[in-house]
């Protein structure tokens, strides 16, 4: 086991109330915060101290960890907002700063450059894996910034998770976290494509599966996510596409990436596509069902949620 941190962790949602669970678990020291009350509350009888504010959270703690919505929630937490100081000017000593939220890379190395002004390390380390892994501890941590930085943060995120990589400088873990979802969409849209192609002519949509699978279109949707309902049991598909991951999340990460796209000059005709597809699924009321239900997009006579 690593050493015992102190550790101040700031956004107790879905995700990161299960992490900082896993901190305490592990043995760490884990002071919380969140806007909403009864997060802390459940975070507090699972063993951790509780904090009015985010500044006291992180008073004499070794590392700070945030996981919170958007970039906008990052940047105010740690640079302020309205006149009100950031966590970087109230700061009583130099802990490491960890965020795992999933954000433009460009707000990630605002805050990184911020931060080192100040002394500060600053580690961007979205996460892959969803709530399950999340609660399971089996996440990916996908990190950027120095390679002395992620040293020290890696005994603690593995506390969390299962595999930690280094993609490189700061900013380098959101491109890598938005490369990968990009990729997972266009997946799962295609093998939604594939499937309706199949059923529409006859095939079993099971057997068509495990053709698929077994042959050159094999992919990690049909291997562990099939969205076609009744085909694996244990998928959000075979549960009215309820828990999982989010068709409103998948759209933002393809946001993120072709914000990202556009800003760097690279062309993401299938990424493109992809976004479209998820901003009308959800536009159609389907935000709130896991990401798979882009099969209902493809099935003549199915009803939107
Ligand atoms: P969530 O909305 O459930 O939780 C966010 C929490 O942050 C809320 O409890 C909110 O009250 C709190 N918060 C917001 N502003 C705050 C502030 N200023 N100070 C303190 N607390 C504040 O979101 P989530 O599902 O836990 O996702 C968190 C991040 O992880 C997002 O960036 C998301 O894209 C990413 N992510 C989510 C998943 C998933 O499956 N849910 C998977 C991978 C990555």
Known sequence: MSAIRKVAFIGLGNMGAPMAENLIKAGHQVRVFDLVEAAMHTLEQAGAQRAATAGEAARGVDVVISMLPAGAHVRSLYLGDDGAPGLLDSLDAKPLLIDASTIAPDDARTVAEAAAERGLDY???????????????????IVGGSAEAYAQARPLLEAMGKNVFHAGDSGAGQVAKLCNNMLLGILMSGTAEALALGVSNGLDPAVLSEIMKQSSGGNWALNVYNPWPGVMEQAPASNDYQGGFLVDLMGKDLGLATTLALESRAAI???????????????????????SSIQRFYRPGEQDA
């Open 123 to 141: 580690l961007d380390a979205p996460v892959s894996g969803g709530v399950g892994g999340a609660r399971a501890g089996t996440l990916t941590f």
């Open 269 to 291: 005709p299938m990424g493109a596509q992809a976004r479209n597809l998820f901003a009308l699924h959800a536009a159609r009321g389907n935000g709130r069902l896991d990401f």
